[in-house]
C-alpha cells in the first residue's frame, strides 16, 4: 500500500489539483467585485476600499511557513480543508454589514488559501525536472483564469438573482469539490527534507542575498496585479461606473495573465531567465503607465499587456524558490509565491495612501515606476547561483 501511495504522489493528480486552484483562487478574487457594492451601501471611503485588497493579499506571507508544515507533517487532508475553508468565507462575505467583519472573513479565507497552495505545489512539483516549469505553469494557469472568472463570476450573480447576497451561490462547487478533495488527494504528500535538515529562518539566513533577489522579483510581479485588483473597482466606482464594469477589466487582466504565466513557465524551460524577468518588468510599466493615461477599447487592450506580462513570471519564480530551497518544495513555493505576494500587498496598502490623497492615477503612476525595480534584480540573478550546494 506504502508503494502505491507513493506511486500516486509522484505521479500528482495535476488534474483534480488544477481544478480546485481555479475554485480556490476564483474566491479570492470575489471581493473587487463585492467592494464597489459595499462602497454604497456600507459608504466605505476610497483608502478604505483600497485597503481592502492589500489586507488579504497581506496574509499569504504565512505560506513558507505552512509549507514548511507541510512537508513535516504531510496530511492528505490540508488541501480539501483548505478548500471548504475559502469556499465557506466566500458564502458569508457578501451577507457582511459591517468593514471590519468583511475583513475577518477576508483574512481567514486568505489564510486557509496559504494552506492549500504549499499543500498542492509541493506535489506538483514533484517528478522529472525537466517539465517541472511546464507542470508548474499548469497549476498555476488554472488559478490565474479562477481569478480572473471570480469577479466577472460574482457580479454577474449580483445583477441576475438581485443584491449583493446573490454573489454566495457561487460558494457551492468549491464546498462540494473540497468535500471530495478530502479523500480523493494522495495518503501523503513526499518530501526530499530530512530530520536533519535546519530551521526555516536558518535556511532563509543562510541564503539571504539570492533570497531577496527572489522575493524582489516576486514582490515587484505581485505589486502590479494587486494595485490594480485593490484600485481598480475603487476607481470606477468614483466615476460612477459600475461593478460588473471593474469586473470586465479585471477579468481581462487576470484571464491574459493566465496566458502570459503558462507563457513564461514554458519560456523558462528553454531560454535563460534574466532576460525572460527584464522584460517581464519594463513591459508592465511600460503597458501600466500607458493603461493609467487611456480610456476604452484602448484601455482594455493595455490592461491585457499589463496582464501579459506582469504574470509571465510566476512559474519563473516558483521554480527559482523550489531550486533555492531543494530541502523544502512546500516551503519554497510559499517563499516564492506567498512570501512574494504578501510584500507585493505590502505595497498596495502604501498605495491606497497615495490613492486617497492625490487620486487612483497617482498611484497608478507610481506603480508603473516601482515594476522596473525588476530590472536591476534580474541583473543580479544568476541562475547557477540559486542551486545550493550539496551538504
Request: aromatic residues 8%.
Amino acid at each position: 500500500m506504502a508503494a502505491v501511495g507513493a506511486s500516486a504522489a509522484r505521479r500528482s493528480p495535476l488534474v483534480l489539483l488544477s481544478v480546485a486552484h481555479f475554485w480556490n483562487d476564483a474566491y479570492s478574487t470575489i471581493y473587487p467585485a463585492l467592494v464597489p457594492l459595499f462602497m454604497g451601501l456600507l459608504h466605505w471611503s476610497v483608502t478604505a476600499a483600497a485597503l481592502v485588497g492589500a489586507i488579504g493579499s497581506i496574509m499569504q506571507g504565512s505560506q513558507p511557513f505552512l509549507g514548511r508544515m507541510v512537508d513535516a507533517r504531510p496530511s492528505r487532508r490540508y488541501t480539501g480543508a483548505a478548500l471548504l475553508v475559502v469556499s465557506a468565507t466566500a458564502l458569508f462575505e457578501p451577507f457582511s454589514r459591517n468593514y471590519t467583519l468583511f475583513v475577518v472573513l477576508l483574512l481567514v479565507g486568505t489564510a486557509a488559501s496559504s494552506l492549500f497552495h504549499p499543500t498542492s505545489l509541493a506535489l506538483v512539483g514533484q517528478g522529472e525536472p525537466s517539465g517541472r516549469g511546464k507542470r508548474l505553469a499548469t497549476f498555476l494557469v488554472s488559478g490565474n483564469v479562477g481569478r480572473a472568472l471570480g469577479p466577472l463570476m460574482a457580479s454577474a450573480l449580483a445583477a441576475i438573482i438581485g443584491g449583493i447576497g446573490g454573489v454566495s451561490v457561487v460558494a457551492l462547487p468549491g464546498l462540494v469539490l473540497g468535500v471530495y478533495a478530502l479523500t480523493a488527494v494522495p495518503a501523503a504528500v513526499t518530501s526530499a527534507r530530512s530530520h536533519g535538515d535546519p530551521a526555516i529562518l536558518h535556511l532563509m539566513v543562510s541564503r539571504a542575498r539570492r533570497l531577496a533577489i527572489l522575493l524582489g522579483l516576486s514582490g515587484s510581479r505581485a505589486l502590479v496585479t494587486f494595485a490594480l485588483v485593490a484600485l481598480l473597482p475603487v476607481w470606477f466606482r468614483s466615476r460612477g461606473g459600475t461593478a460588473l464594469e471593474s469586473s470586465l477589466y479585471l477579468g481581462v487582466l487576470l484571464f491574459v495573465g493566465s496566458l502570459g504565466n503558462g507563457i513564461g513557465g514554458a519560456l523558462a524551460d528553454r531560454f535563460p531567465r534574466r532576460f525572460i524577468l527584464m522584460a517581464a518588468a519594463l513591459g508592465s510599466a511600460i503597458a501600466l503607465a500607458a493603461f493609467t493615461a487611456s480610456t476604452g477599447i484602448v484601455a482594455i487592450l493595455l490592461v491585457a499587456v499589463v496582464g501579459l506580462f506582469s504574470q509571465s513570471t510566476t512559474s519563473v519564480t516558483m521554480v527559482m524558490g523550489q531550486e533555492l530551497f531543494p530541502e523544502s518544495r512546500g516551503m519554497a513555493s510559499g517563499i516564492a509565491l506567498g512570501l512574494g505576494n504578501a510584500l507585493g500587498a505590502l505595497g498596495v496598502a502604501g498605495l491606497s495612501l497615495v490613492a486617497g490623497h492625490y487620486g487612483i492615477p497617482a498611484a497608478l503612476y507610481l506603480t508603473a515606476a516601482l515594476a522596473l525595480v525588476g530590472i536591476p534584480l534580474a541583473l543580479l540573478y544568476r541562475e547557477q547561483h540559486l542551486v545550493p550546494a550539496a551538504g
